[in-house]
């Protein structure tokens, strides 16, 4: 599928099931994001506001899998690009409410995890509060503290943690397996969430490479 090819749609409209925005503004990483999206033979979608170009949307995957390869300082940029790029760029109010929760969100971690590492904020909240993703940071019934301490927690675990080798070791991920998993990793989860909070020090081991701060 060459560029040419590539279809055009207003962000004042959704964006297709399973895709997310990448901002303009990070050449080499638009160029890596359209590649990867055209191997896979899936649609590259250029977006628009107005007749302005301000991104391109591709498959939600592609666009994890490439923020989470990136060094740490391009991925908050890119986080907090994306968060910019929203507020200039769509007016209506649904948007507008999602932009005010996620900067609400923003300060509550701050305030409660004021040694989190400043550099992933954005991309845990962008990540949790993903309107339709079915994450905490959606659910109608938690206050916006419980969201954010879940999402807090969740990052801990996934990438603080032994959590992903040691399911890949037992060969699944059915729930029974998931939540066995997540009961061995939870001291050390535990253990970041203090030190985040201020209360504890720094785990000496993440099981995971290392990736805690």
Not at 89 to 97: A, E, M, P
Request: contains cysteine.
């Amino acid at each position: 599928m060459a560029k040419s090819e590539e279809r055009t749609i207003q962000m004042a409209a959704s964006l297709p099931r399973g895709y997310k925005l990448l901002p303009k503004g990070r050449a080499a990483i638009t160029r890596r994001c359209r590649s990867q999206t055209l191997a896979s033979h899936r649609q590259v979608y250029t977006v628009l506001n107005g007749k302005k170009q301000i991104g391109i949307a591709i498959p939600s995957r592609i666009h994890t899998d490439i923020l989470k390869n990136a060094p740490s300082p391009l991925r908050s940029r890119i986080a907090k690009t994306t968060i910019k790029s929203t507020r200039k760029s769509y007016k209506n109010k649904t948007l507008k409410s999602d932009l005010t929760q996620l900067h609400h969100a923003r300060s509550t971690l701050q305030d409660l995890y004021p040694r989190f590492p400043a550099d992933k904020i954005d991309t845990v909240l962008l990540h949790a509060f993903e309107r339709n993703s079915g994450r905490v940071g959606t659910a109608g019934n938690l206050s916006i503290g419980e969201k954010v301490n879940l999402a807090v927690l969740a990052h801990a675990r996934h990438e603080c943690t032994g959590y992903e080798r040691l399911l890949r070791e037992r060969g699944e991920r059915s729930e029974g397996v998931r939540k066995e998993v997540r009961k061995e990793v939870w001291p050390l989860v535990e253990r970041w969430a203090r030190h985040w909070r201020g209360e504890g020090r720094r785990p000496s081991s993440t099981g995971e490479g290392g990736k805690g701060k």
